[in-house]
Nanobody
Framework: QVQLVESGGGLVQAGGSLRLSCAASTRTFTIGVMGWFRQAPGKERELVAAISRSGGATGYADSVKGRFTISRDNAKNTVYLQMNSLRPEDTAVYYC?????????????????WGQGTQVTVSS
């Protein structure tokens, strides 16, 4: 079992930046792919960004390309999401996710462990 704890959410004005962090802990699994999903009120959960175990492959939602950057530190079992040029439509609960496969996956079904979520609110 993998436990994921997110941090870094909050309230920011449009055009501002936030950095989300997610620390993973496990005694039995090797953490593979990691990712960030988000869910806005009344909408389905969607992928924001994902990164393979090596960090060599990344994937992004079209809506965040060029603004968000995902990275990871395997020594710390931590994944980050740097969010720049934030927009009101980025407002959502952001969830960290982890899977056991080492390759890049972008579907929610590829992630077996989920964090509790952190709120990101972007004011106009």
């Amino acid at each position: 079992q993998v436990q994921l704890v997110e941090s870094g959410g909050g309230l920011v004005q449009a055009g501002g930046s936030l950095r989300l962090s997610c620390a993973a802990s496990t005694r039995t699994f090797t953490i593979g792919v990691m990712g960030w999903f988000r869910q806005a009120p009344g909408k389905e959960r969607e992928l924001v960004a994902a990164i393979s175990r090596s960090g060599g492959a990344t994937g992004y939602a079209d809506s965040v390309k060029g603004r968000f950057t995902i990275s990871r530190d395997n020594a710390k079992n931590t994944v980050y999401l740097q969010m720049n040029s934030l927009r009101p439509e980025d407002t959502a609960v952001y969830y960290c996710a982890a899977g056991t496969t080492p390759v890049l996956v972008t579907r929610a079904s590829g992630f077996g462990s989920w964090g509790q979520g952190t709120q990101v609110t972007v004011s106009s």
